[in-house]
């Protein structure tokens, strides 16, 4: 099972890079942009929130999303609440670039999701979920198990 969640890791990057590429962006610059239209809302979204969604860190997130902001596809403004704190959100220009990718996204991802039924598809969420958190904390784990030779503690 490990092996074929490893195999499918891989096609997914290597899809989310195709993705990323039909608009000119990295794979990981793509995901960003989707997350964050995906949580913008009304106001935008807080950089600290992207990271969080992603597993990734905030000045990761921070120094990508500057090279999107810098393009064009992001929008940046100070958040009232906190002026040391930026809210990002999907420029026109970053909405028409995804409306142009839209009709290949929906038919790779048809493609990915295909042997799924809606039922299977809402089960499998809810694992993958599950599996996310539980690897997480597996991580931490290791971290603390396993010293940086691989030798156990």
Do not use: W
Not at 87 to 116: K, M, T, W, Y
């Amino acid at each position: 099972m490990l092996h074929d969640m490893l195999s499918l890791l891989g096609s997914l990057e290597h899809v989310r890079a195709r993705f990323g590429g039909f608009i000119g962006l990295t794979g990981v610059q793509y995901t960003l942009l989707v997350t964050i239209r995906q949580l913008q809302g009304q106001f935008g979204v807080g950089v600290k929130d992207v990271a969080d969604q992603l597993g990734l860190s905030a000045p990761f997130v921070t120094v990508e999303t500057k090279k999107l902001v810098k393009i064009g596809v992001l929008d940046k403004a100070p958040n009232p609440d906190d002026l040391r704190r930026v809210r990002l959100s999907v420029s026109d220009s970053g909405h028409a670039l995804l409306r142009q990718l839209a009709p290949l996204q929906r038919e790779i991802n048809d493609a990915i999701f295909e042997p799924l039924s809606r039922d299977d598809f809402e089960r499998q969420c809810r694992t993958i979920h599950a599996l996310r958190r539980s690897a997480e904390r597996a991580v931490t784990l290791a971290d603390y198990l396993l010293d940086d030779s691989g030798e156990t503690l």
